[in-house]
DNA sequence: GTCTATACAAAGATAGAC
DNA sequence: GTCTATCTTTGTATAGAC
């Protein structure tokens, strides 16, 4: 609102910074607490600024929570995306499966976020489920069934080898409280998970010449 | 509190009933909205209670969570328990996922509201991750470790193997929206599920001759 | 045992001073 | 842009009539 160019680029750098430390305690607090959950208080609090302050930027805790799923679901596809249909199939579902495990290692946060909206019957993507992921699930099973008709991978059904690849890898990020209670809180699972996933699919999709 | 026995087990008749209707509602409610997104209200009404009276069978919100967590974890343990040392390695696995995949398909809700739970900390069950879940799964993956060891069945980690039966199964329950946004709505994704899941099994944990 | 009415606390959102 | 104070709604729980 200030005339100079001066001051009007300080106070968007000021809204900047306070957006981004604002998704990201939103980010903590929903994805540990649900949607209903959560409390503005809280994502305040962890953003260290007042309830009203946050309202300014935000003009209701609904659009933190949207400001952030919508962003979501395309970081969650990309690795998906990356998928090669020219590549060697194995190869490129294992490198599938390694950047779905890195995701759910780096972003558990997103992972638990995500996981929570589906579980609760995904009331605030099921657009995005329809309109993003199954165009993209669709074209890359149909991908990979062509690598089983031309005998490059073991025949398996492809949309569960998806839900597979999925299941395996998040399981890391969602349910990490049971893994540390189970493997001891110091360890870190990733490592091993890396190497006893690779082994998995080998073994699953490695064609058998007998 | 009346003198004859009719009449006091009429009262005791009516009071396990609602005390079930009211389980049976809190348990919707609960799997799909997380506790703190659940209300009292919400559960009344499933149970065809007022709220008042919904309060005359629990003492609060937080009693009837815990009445339903409080019996779940003995159920889940169930399959596991059942896998024997002393049967054939792989059928014994087998069989475990096989046993867990039903338990998805019969009690969505009851692992929904495990995956919430879990999802957000386990505040509530963390107590019984360490006091039932914990030995049994050392026990058990003791027991696959004795199975590769003698060679009966390929090497793999045994607590991500364990890790890697539950994501897979509880998925199906977990992520039940997803998957039929994928699959279809009136897709029945279980008997698909169950092939893929015991070709991927087998194919992994027989042991390579060459 | 079940209800209506209500007390009480928590949480979302706004007003208005600075 | 940020705060204090406040309004309003919602939600947990209780009181007391029937």
Redesign the pocket.
Known sequence: MTKTLGKTRD??R??RK?TATILEAALDVFSTHGFRG????QIGNAAG?????L???F????AIHNALLSGLMDTWLDPLRALDAQGDPLPEILNYVCRKLKMSREFPRESRLFANEIIQGAPRIMGALDAELRPLVDEKCAVIAGWIAAGKIAPVHPYHLMFSIWSLTQHYADFDVQVHRILGQDTDPYPEAEVYLETLFTRMLTPQTI
């Open positions: 106070k968007t000021i809204q306070n959560s409390t503005v208080d600024l007042s309830k009203p302050n309202l300014y930027y003009s209701s805790k609904e």
